[in-house]
């Protein structure tokens, strides 16, 4: 009986060890990009540079692109390549055409990424009670072998 007991604490405790593994570590420079959860809308938000400004997205893994407000790249929505409506899904929909623009989250950076660009973005806004200026989505997401939400840390982390 002792080693029945022995061996289920060791599993639990190597168990315990490896999936924390995975998990970021403070003070590491793998330690992922912080994030604040919205308290008046649940959502993930996080902090990042678009074309050098500073920007404020919605972590969105359910939205299949990234978006971009048209004020933060300060084009006009009509000089805009459009972009088709989506098909089917529910969520944010709108008018919107494909832009290009430098994208920093965290220690990441993609130049030149085509992204959408819609002009309302101040329901959302409304809403969450705090300027917000896009959407990152699935598109860039997907990019990664895994996408990490440690919230009891605030980090993102993408591997």
């Given at each position: 009986?002792k080693?029945?007991?022995?061996?289920v604490?060791?599993?639990?405790?190597?168990?315990?060890?490896g999936w924390a593994?995975?998990?970021?570590?403070?003070g590491?420079?793998?330690?992922?990009?912080?994030?604040?959860?919205?308290r008046?809308f649940?959502s993930?938000?996080?902090?990042?540079?678009?074309?050098?400004k500073p920007?404020t997205?919605?972590?969105?893994?359910?939205?299949?692109?990234?978006?971009l407000?048209?004020?933060?790249?300060?084009v006009?929505?009509?000089?805009l390549e459009h972009?088709d409506a989506?098909a089917?899904?529910?969520?944010y929909?709108?008018?919107a055409g494909?832009a290009?623009?430098?994208?920093?989250?965290?220690t990441?950076?993609?130049?030149?990424?085509?992204?959408?660009v819609m002009?309302?973005f101040?329901?959302?806004s409304n809403?969450?009670?705090?300027?917000?200026?896009?959407i990152?989505?699935?598109?860039?997401?997907?990019?990664?072998?895994?996408?990490v939400?440690?919230?009891?840390?605030?980090r993102?982390?993408?591997?």
């Open positions: 009986m080693h029945g007991f022995f061996f604490l060791t599993w639990l405790a190597a168990t315990a060890v593994q995975g998990l970021p570590r403070e590491d420079p793998q330690s992922g990009i912080p994030f604040e959860v919205n008046n649940g993930i938000l996080i902090r990042a540079q678009v074309n050098g920007a997205l919605v972590v969105d893994t359910g939205s299949s692109h990234t978006i407000s048209s004020e933060l790249l300060q006009r929505p009509l000089a972009a989506p089917k899904g529910s969520g929909v709108g008018s494909w290009k623009a430098t994208v920093e989250v965290g990441i950076t993609w130049q030149d990424r085509r992204v959408l002009s309302d101040q329901e959302i809403s969450m009670k705090r300027r917000i200026d896009g990152l989505g699935e598109d860039v997401l997907k990019e990664f072998d895994s996408v939400i440690d919230f009891k840390h605030h993102l982390v993408l591997r």
